[in-house]
């Protein structure tokens, strides 16, 4: 009986060059892991505050909608013209601050109806930058 002899460099089990290439291959595959586990965090905190600003936003509109429109705008009330909603500095968010608007409305004068309402909350994210979202509605008497 024959026998065939395999020469022993092909016996041989990895050489150093293809265990770089793998542990290189592996190194990116698990970098790459890494960098999208890191960015859907930062996406999931991004809509955290989103959702907790719209909260915010929302919360704010319904007490100014549940007051008598004349007493909305006026000097004096906690939803006075071109202020800040005290009741929600700094709430739940960092820098936090909700801006009321009402267009078209003069500080004194009478109250339009409807009257149009816009608040805009400012915050600073998690990552220090500014932010800004708004929300419009209109009440009539």
Do not use: C, K
Request: aromatic share 6%; glycine share 6%; net charge neutral.
């Amino acid at each position: 009986m024959l026998v065939r002899r395999i020469p022993r460099r092909a016996r041989a089990g990895f050489t150093l060059i293809e265990l770089m290439i793998a542990i290189i291959v592996l190194l990116v595959a698990v970098m790459a892991t890494f960098t999208s586990q890191l960015r859907a965090r930062e996406l999931m905190q991004t809509s955290r505050e989103t959702n907790t600003a719209m909260g915010d936003l929302q919360s704010a509109m319904e007490r100014i909608l549940l007051r008598p429109v004349d007493e909305v705008p006026i000097a004096g009330s906690p939803f006075e013209d071109d202020t800040a909603i005290a009741a929600f500095d700094g709430l739940h968010l960092p820098n936090e601050q909700i801006l009321v608007d009402y267009p078209g409305y003069v500080l004194g004068g009478p109250v339009p109806d409807p009257l149009p309402i816009v608040l805009r909350l400012n915050w600073t994210d998690s990552r220090g930058r500014p932010r800004s979202m708004f929300l419009r509605s209109m009440t009539t008497r």
